[in-house]
């Protein structure tokens, strides 16, 4: 370029051409954007300026036909691209050494070891710069390589991870022990892939991809249930030999949960478990378990040998039975225990199915009723009767709910009484059937029968008092409502009835296990795949404890843990802290202060209604009511 000529200057980009129509062309300002719409009497006129561009998007929602919200046009959105551009995920990833990164502190002491002997035994650079970079990534298992910055000496890559020690069986790239414990991770809590990768993300650590973790899921699926089938079966050994000694017979609960509630007019459940576990030893082992599932993840599959076992168009509650069949099947075929008893809720298809059973076996199988269930319906039939009054308190609906409170916590102090003193069926139907009856009139004063009948009536006392009736009054009904309640309590002490919770038996092991799955897979969740190893995950949990189930998975899956080691020290951690909780929940101050609790939640609404009330502290409840207060 010749010296002192003038530079030109690149033209801009024109905006607006010649002959061009203005942005705002065929339309009108909407009013509120008009001089003086919007100002009070001596305010400033708003300075000039273009709206921004979401809040023109905004408030062109609110403009009506060929209408704009503003005169001027808004401004470009511009992103800032420092903060938003995304480049390559492996360029910027693997060179940002910002980042954090998960390695083993002997694996690093090793590679750098590695890398001073190199330098020595070559001699040619007198200063030692060591520089660790990260290579690669396998999930969270990172590669290193060692480089001296004076002399460009670069050691090859290396593993900055503990791998497995056993187990190896596929080809390809040894596995490291932070991916399998990762994926374990979601078999022993609630967290999916997705709060994995979030967790991770959070932590400032490059997270491994959705793909890898569900693929290490899929390879701890099959390893969870073989060796969970296996514990199955040692339990089955267990209590074979504890009944050799003690000649209890073999008595089972079971029942059945549904990853959706049952609705009306609509199936919406998909997928179902049964548990059978032992009634014999302290312990409350599972024994067997099935699992029914309408669900495929496969696009294209014909449903041969995949996890989909139940036939879409079948009703999903049937599986009640189908699962219970199941079941006893399994523990006849092994041949280990021979069922004496088996202990469900009050299922009509299910006596059916134990009936069916029994006449194949050739052997007598008795079935038991939940005891809790059968109480829970007391309850509800002393609740729903009409009585016509009067009632102590002025409200039917609160005396009635007292009321079956009273006569269920009643009914059970005598059955357990009379459980405890007598062995005998027939004298324990005897004794229940005539103390049950005669409730009704130890609650109205009337304790004739008392000492021959009941065992729990302190009314020939001095110290007796009437605080554990409604409102600590005796009952004062007429004959026609003495009648209404002596007849439901007929209906529950009735030969058949009694019988069938002669034991005392209870399904609450089998839905605390439940609760347990329900809390690896929640229900809001799908899993299609790996639902069975999520539910055989928990019956590993209840047998050993979450903490050495962990441990004793990992090892199936050939990472041994060391005593010194943190991981394995949190999980004997976890393990004494949930026995210690489980043995504060059995002792009895805790049992009192929940007695109490559960005692002033149940009076809330008589407190509320009374009328020495605060009318401050009925201000500040009702300050957030939208109904109607008549008092204002």
């Known amino acids: 370029m010749a010296a002192g000529r003038p530079r030109k200057r690149a033209k801009r980009p024109q905006e607006f051409t010649q002959h061009s129509q203005p942005w705002n062309y065929g339309v009108k300002v909407s009013k509120s954007d008009q001089p003086g719409s919007s100002l009070q009497s001596g305010s400033a006129p708003p300075l000039i300026k273009r709206p921004r561009f979401d809040v023109y998007q905004e408030s062109l929602s609110s403009c009506g036909p060929n209408e704009v919200p503003s005169k001027l046009r808004p401004e470009k959105e511009r992103q800032n691209k420092e903060k938003f551009f995304v480049g390559s995920r492996e360029a910027t990833c693997v060179n940002n050494l910002s980042e954090n990164v998960i390695i083993n502190i002997s694996k690093l002491n090793m590679i750098l070891e590695n890398l001073r002997l190199m330098h020595d035994r070559l001699g040619n650079c007198k200063r030692y710069c060591p520089q660790i970079n990260k290579s690669r990534t396998q999930g969270l298992c990172a590669f290193l390589t060692a480089t001296c910055t004076s002399c460009n000496l670069k050691e090859s890559e290396q593993a900055a991870f503990s791998e497995k020690c056993q ?39 490059l997270p491994p991809s959705s793909g890898y973790l569900y693929k290490k899921l899929n390879e701890l699926s099959s390893t969870i249930i073989s060796v969970n089938e296996c514990l199955l079966v040692e ?43 032992e009634h014999t030893t302290s312990r409350k082992l599972p024994l067997c378990v099935s699992i029914a599932n309408k669900l495929c993840s496969k696009k294209t599959c014909i449903h041969l040998n995949c996890k989909k076992n139940h036939r879409t168009e079948d009703s999903m509650y049937s599986t009640e039975t189908k699962l219970a069949k199941e079941n006893l099947n399994k523990l006849e075929m092994l041949n280990i225990l021979k069922i004496d008893s088996l202990t469900c809720d009050a299922s009509a298809q299910l006596e059916k199915t134990v009936r069916e059973h029994s006449a194949k076996v050739q052997r007598p199988i008795r079935q038991y009723t939940c005891y809790v269930h059968a109480m829970r319906t007391l309850q509800k039939h002393v609740r729903n009767v009409d009585l016509t009054g009067p009632f102590p308190g002025k409200d039917k ?34 004794k229940a059937k ?51 309640l002596e007849s439901v309590l007929r209906n529950f002490v009735s030969d058949v009835k009694l019988s069938k919770i002669s034991r005392l038996l209870n399904t609450n092991k089998c839905e605390s296990l439940h609760s347990r799955i329900f809390t690896y897979a929640p229900k809001t969740s799908v899993w299609s ?44 951690e976890r393990d004494q802290r949930t026995a210690k909780d489980r043995e504060r929940k059995s002792s009895l101050p805790y049992k009192y202060t929940r007695y109490i609790k559960r005692k002033q939640k149940c009076n809330r609404t008589l407190i509320q209604n009374s009328v020495f ?18 008092l204002n």
């Open 434 to 484: 005539a103390a049950v009856q005669n409730i009704i009139q130890c609650f109205s004063n009337e304790h004739g029968n008392c000492r021959k009948h009941s065992l729990v009536c302190l009314a020939h006392l001095a110290s007796y008092s009437s605080k554990f009736l409604p409102y600590a009054k005796h009952l004062n009904l007429c004959s026609e409502d003495t009648e209404k």
């Open 613 to 630: 009330a605060n009318s401050v502290n009925n201000f500040v409840t009702n300050e957030h009511s939208y109904t109607l207060n008549p």
């Open 529 to 572: 795949r790996n639902f069975d190893a999520l539910c055989h995950s928990a019956l590993h949990s209840c047998v050993f404890g979450t903490g050495k189930s962990t441990l004793i998975l990992a090892e199936s899956r050939g990472i041994v843990c060391n005593q010194s080691e943190p991981v394995f020290q949190h999980m004997v």
């Open 167 to 205: 187990g190896q069986t596929r080809r390809g790239p040894v596995t490291g022990n932070l991916n399998e414990m990762l994926a374990l991770s979601c078999y022993k809590t609630k967290v999916g892939v997705t709060d994995l990768r979030f967790i991770i993300s959070c932590l400032n650590i």
């Open 235 to 277: 339990n089955q050994k267990f209590v074979q030999e504890v009944n050799m000694l003690t000649y209890k017979g073999i008595h089972v609960q079971t029942d059945t949960a549904y990853n959706r509630r049952p609705q009306s007019g609509g199936e919406s459940a998909t997928q179902s478990v049964a548990i059978v576990m």
């Open 397 to 430: 609906h609160l005396f009635q709910q007292k009321l079956a409170t009273a006569i269920r916590r009643r009914v059970h102090f005598e059955l357990v009484h009379i459980q405890r003193l007598f062995s005998s069926e027939e004298v324990y139907l005897a």
